[in-house]
């Protein structure tokens, strides 16, 4: 009876480590008052100069958040001029490596040693073992009314992992930080997605 339950417990425990694996978790904060009864509408990116200097990451910015816009009722506009809104984006990645965690430990790695020895032969090998790094995914939209320029709605949306940068993340960011648009929620909340097999 007692394999019986150590194996379902196993079972489970395996499960719901697949299904974690499956769920993109992120931190959002949002602000603003998007006017009452007011829709949507048609939108148009705007960059900043400092932006305009790096059009191949806004270019990959923009099309990471075109389907959370889209999700939330916007429609791109064919000229800007024809926006009832002006769309800012943003993102931040910062990495950090990871600290020691036992005595083996170097400034750069894991070192670690082994060999064989025996009549007529012998060896030695050394390895290094680096560990991945904590990496914090970050994006932010703004929103702001075209004529007016006043600001109707600003979010954030942010992610930490331990590995590599990984770009495919940024349309689930602003999946997160349009999760709730156009209300306010609680700041910051955790808002859990699920990873399509494209993104996995």
């Excluded at 100069?49 to 959370?68: C, G, K, T, V």
């Excluded at 064919?78 to 926006?83: E, G, L, S, T």
């Excluded at 994006?139 to 004529?147: A, F, N």
Aim: hydrophobic share 40%; charged share 15%; proline share 9%.
């Amino acid at each position: 009876m007692w394999m019986r339950r150590l194996f379902l417990l196993t079972v489970v425990l395996a499960l719901s480590g697949c299904a974690s694996l499956n769920q993109f978790s992120s931190q959002v904060s949002t602000h603003g008052s998007w006017p009452q009864g007011r829709a949507p509408g048609s939108y148009a990116f705007e960059r900043l100069p400092s932006q305009a200097a790096q059009p191949a990451l806004q270019d990959q910015l923009e099309a990471a958040a075109r389907p959370a816009l889209q999700a939330a009722g916007f429609t791109e506009a064919p000229d800007a001029k024809q926006a009832s809104v002006v769309v800012q984006l943003a993102a931040q990645v910062q990495v950090e490596p990871r600290p020691p965690l036992d005595n083996f430990w170097y400034p750069y790695g894991r070192w670690g040693w082994g060999g064989f020895w025996g009549p007529g032969r012998s060896g030695m090998a050394l390895s290094l073992h680096m560990e991945p790094p904590y990496v914090q995914m970050s994006v932010s939209l703004l929103i702001r009314d075209r004529q007016t320029h006043d600001v109707l709605y600003e979010t954030r949306a942010r992610h930490d992992r331990l590995g590599a940068v990984d770009a495919r993340l940024y349309p689930l960011l602003f999946e997160a930080a349009l999760k709730d648009f156009p209300q306010v929620a609680v700041s910051p909340r955790t808002v859990t997605l699920t990873i399509p097999p494209q993104s996995r």
